[in-house]
T-cell receptor
Framework: DTGVSQDPRHKITKRGQNVTFRCDPI?????LYWYRQTLGQGPEFLTY????????KSRLLSDRFSAERPKGSFSTLEIQRTEQGDSAMYLC???????????????FGQGTRLTVV | KNQVEQSPQSLIILEGKNCTLQ??????????LRWYKQDTGRGPVSLTI?????NTKSNGRYTATLDADTKQSSLHITASQLSDSASYIC???????????FGTGTRLTIIP
């Protein structure tokens, strides 16, 4: 257990439905990352937060995707109008970014496996 | 474009044998490089972190090397065990924004 938890672990949804995933990072970590991983591939960056601020969004994050981290603690990733191509593992990671620019290693959650049917 | 390439894509070896996984990257500017182990259906778990000045680092049966001049890294596993069966992912972190760029991983299978 890395200390990063994701919920749910698995989600099956019909095409066109909306889904929301939650990530609880390690409590003192101020950076939180979302990645998407398809079978046989490495994780692809989606977005990351420093505290509650969303600092970067990948072009992979279409307008159907939205992520929030309202209080700088847990984060949610919502996918609207899901498509079959959204089927993947969605990974969350957290790290501690220091005031001098040093960054601890990123710890990953177990992921949420999304299947769109 | 910042990229991380790993080889081989997959590898099957007998239990007890050694193996070496390769990682080449073009990420710049470079901050550090990490090797992660990912079991099927689980999140990646860190094995080693290599900074610019480090050439070799060991963690039990895992030894990572880094050549920052040629932008290459390797992960050597000695006396492999069945539990080593997993994907091994090389991740390079950019200096400044600390962005993680992932390789596609090497799928390692240990057979008895």
């Amino acid at each position: 257990d890395t200390g990063v938890s994701q919920d749910p672990r698995h989600k099956i949804t019909k095409r066109g439905q909306n889904v929301t995933f939650r990530c609880d990072p390690i409590s003192e970590h101020n950076r939180l990352y979302w990645y998407r991983q398809t079978l046989g591939q490495g994780p692809e960056f989606l977005t990351y937060f420093q505290n509650e601020a969303q600092l970067e969004k990948s072009r992979l994050l279409s307008d159907r995707f939205s992520a929030e981290r309202p209080k700088g603690s847990f984060s949610t990733l919502e996918i609207q109008r899901t498509e079959q191509g959204d089927s993947a593992m969605y990974l969350c990671a957290s790290s501690l970014w220091g005031s001098r620019g040093e960054n601890t290693e990123a710890f990953f959650g177990q992921g949420t496996r999304l299947t769109v049917v | 474009k910042n990229q991380v390439e790993q080889s081989p894509q997959s590898l099957i070896i007998l239990e007890g044998k050694n193996c070496t996984l390769q990682c080449n990257y073009t990420v710049s500017p470079f901050s550090n490089l990490r090797w992660y182990k990912q079991d099927t259906g689980r999140g990646p778990v860190s094995l080693t972190i290599m900074t610019f000045s480090e050439n070799t680092k060991s963690n039990g049966r895992y030894t990572a090397t880094l050549d920052a001049d040629t932008k290459q890294s390797s992960l050597h596993i000695t006396a492999s065990q069945l539990s080593d069966s997993a994907s091994y992912i090389c991740v390079v972190i950019s200096f400044g924004n600390e962005k993680l760029t992932f390789g596609t991983g090497t799928r390692l299978t240990i057979i008895p």
